[in-house]
């Protein structure tokens, strides 16, 4: 499989693709305006206790105040130095928020999830800071390994390269999926970056006043590098020098053996025009998605959840229906699994592939779309097909999803994703010339309206005007607008 990484630079944005055998799998997109919080640690002031939610909000300096719960809290140890689980305080017992924090108390919180729509971020004080291998976990004592990594073998010798690595050190630590058959002094050397970040972190938490960051998340490109650089991947293309050689500088740094992967692209063409990806970004916004077959997928996302509907389209198949809906729901599965990383689309989900009877078949298309998720970064979770041949599934969501990153509601329709028609319009300008002449005393009257709207009604409504002026014995003037949208309209009295 081919596999490449894409990094477009521009004044003020910053775009990272990812393109599997030509076609683009995800997208990363950082603006200087509007960076994302994610990964960041602040030393925050807790603003507000809600015992009935179990969480609190807390003052981290952004626009608005962030939410942390209790859950999310981490327990001081017992006296004799054990740890405990997120749940019981050693005795059974749940502490309540109120016995783990206090209104105006200063606490230091990570941002897990940004704020997205009318919430605020998401905090956590299960700290963690994250390096190429590993992941440090400063209010923990375990090692953990990514459920990734399979092979029993691997996962022993992971262990057995850390164990001495890290030996009496009071943090946690977690094996990341890249460390898979990595060398003891690549670890090792995690180990010890984590370390000096660490440090300089607690020294940042002793001097910093409440609202300031202790420690920040790397940029878009390196973090990109971090996270998703492998031997999989043939080519990484920058076409900015600049950031050409952050990246080259961050890469020789911390994964020498790749630095043969990193390219400078000078071409006269976009480099994101080259690859097609312009084009597919600007379907990745669009609710129809194409099938091969001739069938169809439907995205549509809500404030709640994102539904997918599947459609056969004009595909007939070439033997029965049974196969034909069979063959769509497999292309449809594999198609759904990519939208989902392209679109960053996160939280619940609902697929609806078009009915089955045959069991074998609903376990296919499952298998296929479990299939697709593999390759996918963020966690998933699939549950079995309903009855009515809906696919649950979750998500987990870190980040605004491109559509919500890229757009904003239509200032026609108002986010609704329709308009009123002009006939519509029409009535309602009557209904408001009425409501007019009850209330205020006019000579007569001018409408203003779009010129879809005002035509419509004198060619098609004359006769009603004709009546209404009768009815209200006041003239009406009509005035096409041409930047007036089709529900907008006004009603002047002269």
């Known amino acids: 499989m081919s596999e490449e990484i894409l ?27 509007r960076r994302g919080y994610v990964g960041n640690v602040y030393k925050g002031r807790v603003q507000r206790v809600m015992p009935g939610m179990q969480a609190v909000f807390v003052d981290i300096g952004l626009e608005r105040a962030a939410f942390l719960h209790a859950s999310d809290i981490v327990r001081p140890p017992l006296p004799d130095g054990t740890e405990l689980s997120t749940g019981s305080n050693g005795n059974g017992h749940m502490p309540t928020i109120s016995e783990l924090v206090h209104e105006g108390q200063e606490i230091v919180v990570q941002v897990v999830k940004d704020p997205i729509g009318t ?8 700290l ?9 976990l400063p209010h923990a004592r375990t090692l953990g390994i990514s459920t990734r990594i399979e092979e029993e073998t691997e996962r022993q010798r992971l262990k057995d390269v850390l164990t001495p690595l890290i030996g009496d050190n009071p943090l946690g630590y977690i094996v990341r999926t890249n460390a898979e058959e990595q060398s003891a002094e690549s670890l090792a050397f995690d180990v010890t970056y984590l370390g000096k970040v660490w440090r300089v972190v607690q020294e940042n938490i002793a001097k910093a006043k409440v609202g300031e960051r202790v420690y920040e998340e790397l940029s878009l490109p390196l973090r990109a590098l971090r996270d998703l650089l492998n031997d999989d991947i043939e080519k990484v293309r920058v076409d900015s020098r600049e950031t050409f050689e952050k990246v080259a500088k961050f890469v020789h740094k911390f994964m020498p053996s790749l630095d043969d992967r990193i390219e400078h692209y000078s071409g006269e063409r976009p480099i994101f025009d080259l690859y097609g990806v312009e084009d597919e970004i600007q379907r990745a916004l669009r609710k129809e998605v194409p099938l091969k077959s001739g069938g169809y997928l439907i995205v549509d996302q809500t404030e709640a959840m994102t539904t997918i509907d599947v459609n056969t389209g004009g595909y007939l198949g070439t033997r029965n229906l049974e196969e034909t809906v ?40 499952i298998r296929m779309l479990e299939k697709g998720l593999t390759r996918d970064h963020a966690k998933t979770t699939v549950y079995p097909m309903s009855q009515l041949g ?6 987990k969501r870190t980040t605004e999803s491109l559509e919500r990153q890229l757009c904003e509601p ?22 408001e010339i009425t409501r007019a002449v009850r209330q ?37 003037r009509f005035q096409p607008e041409e930047h007036y949208s089709q529900e907008q309209f006004d009603v002047v009295l002269l």
Request: hydrophobic letters at 40%; a neutral charge.
């Open 7 to 33: 990094i477009n630079v521009t004044p003020r944005e910053t775009r990272v693709g990812v393109v599997e055998n030509g076609m683009l799998q995800e997208l990363h997109v950082e603006r200087t305006s």
């Open 119 to 126: 919430k605020g971020a998401r905090l956590s004080t299960h």
């Open 128 to 136: 963690s800071i994250p390096s190429r291998y590993l992941v440090l």
């Open 326 to 365: 069979y063959r769509t729901n497999l292309e449809a599965a594999q198609a759904a699994s990519r939208q989902l990383r392209l679109r960053n689309l996160g939280g619940i989900i609902i697929i609806d592939f078009i009915d089955m009877t045959d069991e074998e078949h609903k376990r296919q298309v």
């Open 390 to 395: 809906l696919v649950e599934m979750t998500r």
């Open 410 to 431: 239509c200032p026609a329709c108002m986010g609704r994703g329709t308009v009123k028609t002009a006939e519509t319009v029409t009535y309602e300008i009557f209904r």
């Open 440 to 476: 205020f005393n006019a000579q007569k009257l001018l409408v203003m309206a779009s010129p879809k709207v005002v035509n419509r009604i004198l060619e098609e409504e004359s006769t009603a005007v004709a009546e209404l002026e009768e009815f209200i014995s006041k003239s009406i």
